[in-house]
Nanobody
Framework: QVQLVESGGGLVQAGGSLRLSCAASGNIFIANTVAWYRQAPGKQRELVAA???????NYVDSVKGRFTISRGNAKNPVYLQMNSLKPEDTAVYYC?????????????WGQGTQVTVSS
């Protein structure tokens, strides 16, 4: 079992920056895919950014040019640098990793960290 814990969220003014981190504990493995999702009040959870095993990052259109996802090590698998934040970025942000063990894949989620952007 893997536990993921996010940190780095908080309250920031529009135009500001935050850096989210994700820490892993338990049975730690090198993740195949790492990603950040977010969920705003009344909305479905959406993929913000992801990096697959080939290292290519992908972003939702609304954050392109402002957010940067990066991979870390097994204990800190993924980061999200968020610049030029907008009020519409307000949401709970979740880190995610997909781990391949043998022929099976396992999905792990953090509990989320709140990001609030004031106008």
């Amino acid at each position: 079992q893997v536990q993921l814990v996010e940190s780095g969220g908080g309250l920031v003014q529009a135009g500001g920056s935050l850096r989210l981190s994700c820490a892993a504990s338990g049975n730690i493995f090198i993740a195949n895919t790492v990603a950040w999702y977010r969920q705003a009040p009344g909305k479905q959870r959406e993929l913000v950014a992801a990096i697959a095993s080939d290292g290519t990052p992908n972003y939702v259109d609304s954050v392109k040019g402002r957010f940067t996802i990066s991979r870390g090590n097994a204990k800190n698998p993924v980061y999200l640098q968020m610049n030029s934040l907008k009020p519409e970025d307000t949401a709970v942000y979740y880190c995610y990793e997909k781990v391949l063990i043998g022929i099976k894949t396992y999905d792990y989620w953090g509990q989320g960290t709140q990001v609030t952007v004031s106008s």
